[in-house]
């Protein structure tokens, strides 16, 4: 399958498009007229897979008064028969505007994903792969006719979703985009009900660079997540992993409850995996219970050692955020700005 991709760009994108293309990736660049008017109806003329388009589209044209979110919001607000929902990526080398739509961009309810050139350049078979993602979620939310069990492929484990999650995604929305970046959003790049191999990891107390981390992660297939997105993110359901802890492997204790040193003795000893080695962190933490990972150093992380992070409103189904003493050490002037007033008083102890 081909997958078509219409760029707006106000400059010559002709390098990038040629390093950014592939055999399943074709790129029709396009250089936005002045009528706004004009431009939607060059999208609807070739009816692309996914929308690519510059922030600034201003320097090279007489279309002072435009930019993406402009565009992004015109179409978003015309979606009908004529004008298909389909993912909008944000590109640009401007990178306090890609780092605002990283952040929340879904707040602005205009693109799915943000990126710098750089950045996707770099990269170019991972953007390409996270561009199909999008687009692969509109299918199947479509697909499935916006039922979130079979969107989140829980073949009928309904107690996994929170239930404010079900009010928020129920049917009466039928908007692909709404339920593609909710999810996205909300499940997929937070640790809460989902978690990643980095918490998988800490929470297991189990080092991935350990020869078993490959077989202890087949062990754990049956509790991976496969609903949209599972192709680019590799997430495990917390509660699963939990109960495999306690039913399974039937450990007297929660897996909360102990150290990383027993949590990989309880390992090897259950699953007859000796090449397992303890996951280490930094030196100046005290807790060896580690359920979380710093924000800085990605390295696991007790919440009892972490200092946390204010400068997210999180949902009641999501883990709150943290970093260690030694990674706000190593970025004083980012950390100071999110963290408590307490929290600051601290870190001056460690910083003389």
Same mark, same amino acid.
């Given at each position: 399958?081909v ?6 760009e ?5 390098s990038r498009?040629e ?9 029709v660049?396009f ?16 009816n692309p897979d996914?929308?690519?388009m510059?922030?600034?589209?201003t ?7 435009c930019?993406a ?7 978003r607000s /015309?979606y009908?028969?004529?004008?298909k929902?389909r ?12 780092? =605002?739509?990283?952040?929340?961009y879904?707040s602005?309810?205009l ?5 710098s050139?750089e ?5 170019t078979e991972?953007?390409r792969? /996270?561009?199909?993602?999008?687009l692969?979620?509109y ?16 073949n009928g484990?309904?107690n996994l979703?929170?239930?404010?999650i ?11 985009? !709404? ?14 009900l989902?978690i990643?191999e ?5 929470r297991?107390g189990?080092?991935k660079?350990?020869?078993d ?10 509790y991976?997540y496969?609903?949209?997105f599972s ?9 699963k ?5 306690n039913?399974?492997?039937?450990i007297?204790?929660?897996l909360?409850q102990?150290?990383v040193? !027993?949590r990989?003795?309880?390992?090897q /000893? ?7 080695n303890e ?7 005290l807790?060896k ?8 150093t990605?390295l ?12 997210e409103e999180?949902?009641?189904w999501?883990?709150k ?9 190593q970025? =004083?002037?980012?950390?100071s700005?999110?963290?408590?007033e307490?929290?600051k008083?601290?870190l001056?102890?460690y910083?003389?």
């Amino acid at each position: 399958m081909v997958c078509k991709v219409f760029y707006i760009e106000d400059l010559d994108p002709e390098s990038r498009i040629e390093t950014l293309k592939s055999d399943s990736f074709k790129i029709v660049s396009f250089k936005p007229d002045v009528n706004i008017d004009d431009i939607i109806q060059k999208i609807i003329d070739e009816n692309p897979d996914i929308i690519l388009m510059d922030y600034k589209l201003t320097e090279g044209s007489e279309l002072s008064y435009c930019d993406a979110p402009t565009i992004a919001s015109t179409l978003r607000s /015309k979606y009908n028969n004529a004008i298909k929902e389909r993912p909008i990526v944000l590109i640009s080398t401007l990178d306090n505007i890609v780092k =605002l739509y990283k952040k929340d961009y879904t707040s602005h309810d205009l693109f799915d994903y943000a990126i710098s050139k750089e950045r996707a350049l770099e990269n170019t078979e991972y953007f390409r792969c /996270k561009c199909l993602s999008f687009l692969n979620s509109y299918t199947d939310i479509v697909k499935n006719k916006f039922d979130l069990d079979k969107i989140l492929g829980l073949n009928g484990e309904i107690n996994l979703i929170h239930s404010k999650i079900r009010i928020q995604l129920n049917k009466d929305i039928q908007s692909a985009y !709404e339920f593609s970046r909710f999810i996205f959003e909300h499940l997929i790049r937070c640790s809460g009900l989902l978690i990643g191999e980095d918490i998988l990891s800490a929470r297991l107390g189990v080092s991935k660079d350990s020869t078993d981390w490959g077989k202890l992660k087949e062990k754990l297939l049956e509790y991976k997540y496969i609903g949209i997105f599972s192709d680019v993110y590799d997430r495990w359901w917390m509660s699963k992993i939990e109960f495999w802890w306690n039913d399974i492997l039937k450990i007297d204790y929660p897996l909360r409850q102990y150290d990383v040193t !027993e949590r990989v003795l309880l390992l090897q /000893k259950q699953l007859g995996l000796n090449d397992l080695n303890e996951v280490k962190s930094s030196s100046m933490n005290l807790s060896k219970n580690y359920w979380s990972i710093c924000k800085e150093t990605q390295l696991p992380l007790d919440p009892f050692d972490g200092i946390e992070l204010l400068d997210e409103e999180y949902k009641p189904w999501q883990d709150k955020e943290y970093v260690s003493i030694e990674g706000a050490l190593q970025n =004083l002037e980012k950390y100071s700005k999110i963290i408590s007033e307490s929290d600051k008083r601290e870190l001056r102890k460690y910083n003389k």
